[in-house]
């Protein structure tokens, strides 16, 4: 997770007009009508689910209780299970009109600030990363360009952890790794498989 204040400021924006706390929000707003019952804000919850990995790193393990800062859980701290970010990623692919109305899902994955950066086919919407074409490493090594395949993803960490969430949407194709590890080592590279798939699947 990492400090954004226009994460916290939406996320204080939310409580206040639900007049619930933000991890309630979520709750109410998202999981649940999504049908992600494995997925919390609350270390307790994890701990409960007794069913959770511990994070690695450098030979130190730390518990998922070891991490929770309420303030920035609009920017991450959130705690889910692989079938659960599944569902997320339908949602991101097809959308849900019981979370978003077309409308509001199509203007959620529109770009809203170009990042200078994939030749300018890069871009932010709201909380996810957006680019226009992607490039893949074809089977001796040499990238590939593949022009009109739109990307939407997202990855993220905390000590000992680190996620990485790719869809292809007008491909019906998404790719999730969850990695209770954050040393750079081979065993906890995010994108040797994603390529492979994503090459197979393009």
């Known amino acids: 997770s990492y400090s954004n204040p226009h ?20 709750r109410h707003r998202v999981f649940r009508p999504l049908g992600m019952t494995r997925t919390t804000f609350l270390p307790a919850d994890v701990l409960a689910d007794n069913d959770f990995a511990f994070g690695v790193r450098g030979g130190q393990t730390a518990s998922p209780d070891a991490f929770d800062d309420a303030i920035e859980r609009p920017a991450g701290y959130a705690w889910s299970s692989s079938d ?3 569902k997320l990623m339908l949602f991101v692919t097809q959308g849900n009109r ?13 770009p809203k600030v170009i990042t200078k950066e994939f030749l300018d086919r890069a871009s932010y919407a709201y909380g996810l ?19 009109g395949v739109k990307m939407i993803w997202h990855d993220g960490g905390i000590v000992g952890f680190k996620s990485q969430m790719i869809t292809l949407p007008r491909l019906g194709f ?23 798939a994503a090459r197979e699947t393009v």
């Not at 019981?98 to 529109?110: G, I």
């Not at 790719?175 to 498989?193: E, H, K, R, S």
């Open 129 to 147: 990363a957006l680019q226009d074409g992607v490039a893949l490493p074809g089977p001796t090594g040499q990238a590939q360009f593949y022009d």
């Open 7 to 26: 994460f916290m400021l939406a996320g204080l924006v939310a409580e206040q007009v639900a007049g619930m706390p933000y991890r309630e929000v979520m």
């Open 84 to 86: 659960d970010m599944a």
């Open 174 to 196: 998404g790719y999730l790794t969850l990695v209770n590890g954050d040393t750079p080592v081979p065993a906890t590279n995010l994108t040797n498989c994603y390529f492979t």
């Open 98 to 110: 019981a979370v978003l109305s077309d409308r509001m899902w199509r203007t959620l994955e529109s």
